[in-house]
């Protein structure tokens, strides 16, 4: 794998961190995840749902699938960061890793001496990276965050919902996810240019931050557009036809972001009278008439089912779908033999890493391991 004989140590808990080392060991980084005595990871008791696991000592314990969802390919090793004895070791795992990463409130990791300076006086080639709430240069720096803080301070909320309803959250954490991948570019950015220079550099990346970022055309609305953007449920802000179209089952999902879709829309529909209604000449002038726009589609597409639409539109090239369960979207992957679901000899399962090389997907290496589970190899190895 591309990252094979990088080591990461990784201080992080909960989402977007540990979301960074997930990513790195999926591309065959050594990740060594440290955790808390007693508590580990926030994640381990974020249920239900939960699993049965392995104890280490012959029995079962449960543990949260949230846990499950961002630690595989990782090792694990329990340190006790007051502990002076604990914080050295601490110091001493760190300076054997290419990264090291953490979510500390801003200026913590330089109590412990595991800050990008104090770690970069020994090792000037080391990358760390951090992931704050706010920004550690800023006046909020010591307030608290989480995903759905952000999602409120952000922007995002704002956005999601029905535009005479409440705003809502995004149903998966959306800012954690991004903030980790916006860590994880970094970090990899970081890594190339060392392999130039030979120096390392620090990352930071916050909550807030990704989350204003995350607003793209909203944001660049507002900047030069003048405009205040609002809820517009599942339609889109400046497309039409694109969002969700009631059907004679239910309910589905139609895209025809161009003209030449809006034409193959027209003609799976039968309907090539809209091509021809000045209403519907182009984009700007059927977004601006999008509900006469869609009272004639649906008068269409409320006669027939969405299987039976579906295979007429991608039959005339229109981006089109069902609105799946999680369940409904595992099957179709497999039935598209995408091969979305990976499994290890100890029955862990989860959704495989999206990332391909060379055309091959990542296999799971290493479950999610039991808290402390390698604190004894690990220590062996710096011995």
């Known amino acids: 794998m591309p990252l094979a004989g990088i080591r990461v140590i990784d201080f992080s808990r909960v989402l977007a961190g540990p979301l960074v080392g997930q990513t790195l060991g999926d591309l065959g980084a050594d990740v060594v995840k440290i955790e808390r005595p007693g508590l580990g990871d926030d994640t381990r008791i974020w249920g239900p749902p939960w699993r049965d696991v392995d104890d280490g000592e012959g029995g079962t314990e449960q543990e949260a699938t949230y846990y499950s969802s961002l630690n595989r390919n990782k090792r694990s090793i329990v340190l006790d960061l007051k502990e002076a004895d604990d914080i050295a070791f ?3 795992l760190a300076r054997t890793g290419d990264i090291v990463i953490d979510n500390y409130k801003p200026g913590f990791a330089a109590t412990l001496g595991l800050d990008h300076a104090s770690l970069a006086a020994d090792r000037p080639d080391i990358i760390t990276a951090s992931i704050t709430a706010y920004g550690a240069e800023t006046a909020a720096a010591d307030l608290p965050g989480y995903d759905l803080v952000a999602q409120a ?3 995002p909320m704002h956005l999601t919902g029905e535009a005479d309803g409440r705003a809502l959250r995004v149903g998966v954490p959306i800012v954690d996810m991004m903030t980790g991948m916006n860590a994880t570019i970094g970090v990899l950015a970081a890594l190339h240019e060392r392999n130039v220079t030979g120096i390392g550099r620090h990352i930071e990346v916050s909550l807030f931050d990704t989350a204003l970022a995350s607003t793209l055309n909203h944001q660049t609305a507002t900047l030069m557009g003048g ?10 802000a400046s497309i039409a036809p694109y969002e969700s179209y009631r059907v004679a089952d239910g309910e589905m999902i139609i895209a025809a972001a161009n003209q030449k ?39 269409t597409l409320v006669t027939r089912t969405r299987d039976e639409w579906v295979a007429l539109l991608r039959a005339n090239d229109v981006p089109c779908g069902p609105i799946n369960s999680i369940p409904e979207a595992i099957a ?5 033999h995408a091969d979305p679901i990976v499994t290890d000899g100890d029955g862990y399962r989860s959704i495989r890493s999206p990332i391909r090389v060379d055309g091959h997907a990542r296999t799971t290496a290493r479950r999610p391991p039991r808290m402390g589970e390698h604190s004894a190899e690990i220590r062996a190895e710096l011995d």
């Open 90 to 92: 601490a110091q001493r």
């Open 153 to 155: 301070m952000g922007g």
């Open 227 to 236: 405009s205040n953007p609002g809820r517009n449920g599942n339609r889109h």
């Open 261 to 299: 879709l809006f034409a193959g829309l027209c003609r799976a529909l039968d309907r090539l009278d809209l091509l021809d209604d000045p209403r519907f000449a182009d984009n700007t002038l059927r977004r601006g008439n999008v509900l006469e726009l869609n009272a004639e589609l649906e008068r």
């Open 332 to 336: 179709w992957g497999e039935e598209m």
